[in-house]
């Protein structure tokens, strides 16, 4: 499964950024969807998950409130919209599929990193 990452870039702190990651194959509503985050020196970080059906979400403590990921299905799609960034958000975004909502943390397949960027 090919992710493609899009959105990433420079923001101002407190404002908004989306991201969308496209999975252009006809199983892509069974997978959980997730996006995680790797800071320079730490370890990478699940962000949020989405079920394949959308009605589970699951979302880092850091992001609650002010991060939305969502899922288009028909598109093969799943986006995450991020408002109030912060300079601590700052990090190389990426994408990743699994198979389970269970294994939402351990993604089967991952999408390219896009750097987002948070200007104090």
């Known amino acids: 499964v090919q992710l493609v990452v899009s959105g990433g870039g420079l923001v101002q702190a407190g404002g908004p950024l989306r991201l969308s990651c496209a999975a252009p194959?006809?199983?892509?509503?069974?997978?959980?969807m997730g996006w995680f985050r790797q800071a320079p020196g730490k370890e990478r970080e699940i962000v949020a998950a989405?079920?394949?059906?959308?009605?589970?979400?699951d979302y880092a403590d850091s992001v609650k409130g002010r991060f939305t990921i969502s899922r288009d299905n028909a598109k093969h799609t799943v986006y995450l919209q991020m408002h109030s960034l912060k300079p601590e958000d700052a990090a190389v975004y990426y994408c990743g599929a699994s198979l389970s909502y269970a294994t939402r943390r351990y993604p089967a397949y991952w999408g390219q990193g896009t750097q987002v960027t948070v200007s104090s």
């Open positions: 194959v006809r199983t892509f509503s069974i997978y959980t």
């Open positions: 989405v079920y394949g059906n959308n009605d589970s979400t």
